[in-house]
């Protein structure tokens, strides 16, 4: 059974960092892709921050420079670093893995930015 927890999420004054982790299980994580993506009440679910099983990345224009997404093969978990968090980054954040023919989700973690 595949699983992906995340953690890490929280409340954040505007400014401050946050770390964001997702634990897999059940798959051979190391031969998916991984991202993370995030949904705003009232809006889509928008891609964050996306990274290859070579490890090549890709951001939203929103958060570049700002965000870093890793993984770590040998503790099947993808992270996200986030850093000059903004109001405007208050959402549910949820991690992905993914491959040809599979495409699996995690529960989602709430980051709130808020003074």
């Known amino acids: 059974q595949v699983q992906l927890v995340e953690s890490g999420g929280g409340l954040v004054q505007p400014g401050g960092s946050l770390r964001l982790s997702c634990a897999a299980s059940?798959?051979?994580?190391?031969?998916?892709?991984a991202g993370w993506y995030r949904q705003a009440p009232g809006k889509q679910r928008e891609m964050v921050a996306l990274?290859?099983?070579?490890?090549?990345?890709r951001y939203a224009d929103s958060v570049q420079g700002r965000f870093t997404i890793s993984r770590d093969n040998t503790e099947n978990a993808v992270y996200l670093q986030m850093n000059s968090l903004s109001p405007d980054d208050t959402a549910v954040y949820f991690c992905n893995v993914h491959g040809d023919r599979s495409d699996y989700w995690g529960q989602g973690t709430q980051v709130t930015v808020s003074s």
């Open positions: 059940g798959i051979k994580f190391w031969v998916y892709s």
């Open positions: 990274i290859t099983s070579v490890g090549s990345t």
